[in-house]
């Protein structure tokens, strides 16, 4: 018999192994156990995994979030604002790595080939794109850009 997976630790193994490494190389510090911020140029830029609301025992996704801002905020409410002097822009990182918005599926890859995927569309896709936006007409040009759709 099948032991079912356990896609929560699964998630949590990928942040710690795979994504958080791969972030703190490229100079993002962790701000929690799913965020990470940096530094580069006249702006902030933040990553952060946002698990899927229909996230269960069963089944388990996350989607990759990148936004901008001008200033670093002093609070978790203070970076979800909407205060036009701190925010820049922010998207989906799936439309950079596959063209629309990409949830990862855990169910649909052993942990092996997600980790591999993922620091793929990190290291190949991602960082090289945010290195590329240290201002905040590249920040606003970066989120408004679509990757052809991969399939």
Not at 124 to 138: G, N, W
Request: some cysteine.
């Amino acid at each position: 018999m099948d032991t079912p997976r356990d896609f929560k630790a699964e998630f949590k193994q990928l942040l710690r192994h795979t994504i958080a490494p791969t972030l703190k190389a490229a100079g993002f510090e962790a701000k929690g156990q799913q965020s990470f911020r940096r530094p580069l140029g006249e702006v902030f830029q933040y990553l952060t995994c946002e698990g899927s609301r229909s996230n269960g025992k069963d089944s388990f996704g996350f989607a990759g979030n990148l936004s901008f801002q001008r200033l670093a905020p002093a609070t978790l409410a203070d970076f979800w604002c909407d205060d036009p002097a701190m925010w820049i822009a922010g998207g989906r990182m799936g439309y950079l790595t596959h063209g629309l918005e990409h949830w990862y599926r855990l169910a649909m890859h052993s942990p092996q080939d997600l980790a591999a995927l993922v620091a793929h569309d990190l290291t190949q896709i991602v960082l090289p794109r945010l290195a590329a936006a240290a201002t905040a007409s590249e920040a606003r040009a970066l989120i408004e850009y679509r990757a052809p759709i991969r399939r």
